[in-house]
């Protein structure tokens, strides 16, 4: 649950400052490297929050069908291991994600957004982007059906 909340903070706080900003100042402008920052630390926590609920279900899982077994199957080390490759699935898929965004050549500085999203700003930046872009888009598709797949299965 500690790491839970953890991936909810930051989750939030990547998004709530420049949020805040945007509405005191009534500009929802944000500049091409701070929506890829902000993008990329986004998709961490969202990918990462993802597979935590995932880990947590298969904790629960073992918690009530094997509870003579679970101080055993959920040990300390255990539980650390599937911390980590939460962590690391996180990073490993904001780097897909946005290394695939990032490769786009692009013709405006700022965008016309307060937070970069997933969906809306995949479809602006596309939009943006002077060449054909149907291979980033159906790799970047891939990278968020695999996700959702592993994590419901």
Not at 57 to 75: E, G, H, K, Q, T
Not at 83 to 92: H, N, Q, R
Not at 104 to 116: A, M, N, Q, R
Not at 126 to 147: E, G, K, Q
Request: with cysteine; net charge negative.
């Amino acid at each position: 649950l500690s790491n839970l909340s953890l991936v909810d903070l930051c989750y939030s706080s990547v998004i709530t400052p420049k949020m805040l900003v945007n509405f005191l100042s009534e500009k929802n402008i944000i500049s091409y490297v701070g929506c890829m920052s902000q993008l990329y630390f986004f998709l961490v926590f969202v990918i990462a929050e993802c597979y935590m609920l995932t880990v947590m279900a298969y904790d629960r899982y073992v918690a009530i069908c094997r509870p003579l077994l679970y101080n055993i199957i959920m040990s300390h080390h255990a539980c650390s291991l599937l911390v980590a490759v939460v962590y690391i699935m996180g990073l490993v898929g904001s780097t897909i994600e946005t290394g695939l965004v990032i490769q786009l050549p692009y013709c405006e500085v700022l965008i016309s957004h307060y937070f970069c999203d997933i969906l809306p700003l995949h479809e602006a930046l596309l939009a943006l982007a002077p060449t054909d872009i149907l291979d980033d888009s159906l790799s970047f598709w891939f990278v968020v059906v695999l996700t959702i797949i592993v994590t419901s299965l």
